[in-house]
């Protein structure tokens, strides 16, 4: 099956650094990269849709320059949180559909926990 | 408006038994999917099963079924023989024609299975 990968699983890092989160699909060329982020006891939401080689499209709300997703190749794209805050703390999903699938499922990668001190 | 609605934040099911986990939709188009995922307490999203719009058969996976009623915009969840392992949130999710191929989600339900 189609196998997603994300990493780091967990980071913690001080207000005011940079991390960056990768996520790559192991088996099957993904044209199309999602990223969520989800809060405790509550759903999914989606932050940006990474396409390869072109800017991704955030969602409303969402700040460009802080949340960066670069989407350079097929396999891999990542998502950088720059001068991260304590409010950032969350667990980020990313998640590729594969183009050969016709029904469009995604699949998702671990997810990352993010802690800012 | 939302466009998936799951009704039921939690839930409870004694184990062997069967379960149905709730989601209506909304939407004016006519081709879309219809997705269930699982999500255990690590994080990972499990797909389960899937449900296209013109699909006239109803999904099944296993132990899993999608009661999926087009004309009442539901698709539900059935769950036989529930093991304590399906403990978990559950999610309904739809993706709604385009190239972005993006999936809406609803808000979960928390499924508890009782030994």
């Known amino acids: 099956g189609a196998v997603v990968s994300q990493h780091p699983s967990r980071v913690i890092c001080k207000s005011g650094t940079s991390v960056k989160i990768e996520c790559r699909s192991l088996?099957?060329?993904?044209?199309?990269m999602f990223w969520y982020r989800q809060f405790p006891k509550q759903s999914l939401m989606l932050m940006a849709t990474?396409?390869?080689?072109?800017?991704?499209?955030?969602e409303q709300g969402v700040e460009k320059d802080k949340f960066l997703i670069n989407h350079a190749s097929l396999t891999l794209s990542t998502l950088t949180v720059t001068s991260a805050h304590p409010e950032d703390s969350s667990f980020y999903i990313c998640?590729?559909?594969?183009?050969?699938?016709?029904?469009?499922?995604?699949?998702f990668g671990p997810g990352t926990r993010l802690t800012v001190t | 408006a939302q466009k998936i609605t799951q009704t039921q934040p939690g839930m409870f099911v004694q184990e062997k038994e069967a379960v149905t986990l709730d989601c209506t939709y909304d939407t004016s188009d006519q081709s879309y999917g219809l997705f269930w995922y699982k999500q255990p307490s690590s994080g990972e999203m499990i797909f389960l099963i899937y449900?296209?719009?013109?699909?006239?058969q109803n999904a099944t996976e296993g132990r899993y079924s999608l009661n999926f009623q087009k004309a009442r915009k539901s698709a539900n969840l059935v769950i036989s023989a529930s093991q304590l392992g399906d403990s978990a949130m559950y999610f309904c999710a739809m993706r709604e024609p385009g190239s972005a191929r993006q999936l809406t989600f609803g808000s979960g339900t928390q499924l508890t299975v009782l030994p």
């Open positions: 990474s396409n390869e080689g072109s800017k991704a499209t955030y």
């Open positions: 449900q296209g719009s013109y699909d006239e």
């Open positions: 088996d099957f060329q993904a044209t199309t």
């Open positions: 998640s590729a559909s594969d183009r050969e699938v016709h029904s469009g499922e995604q699949y």
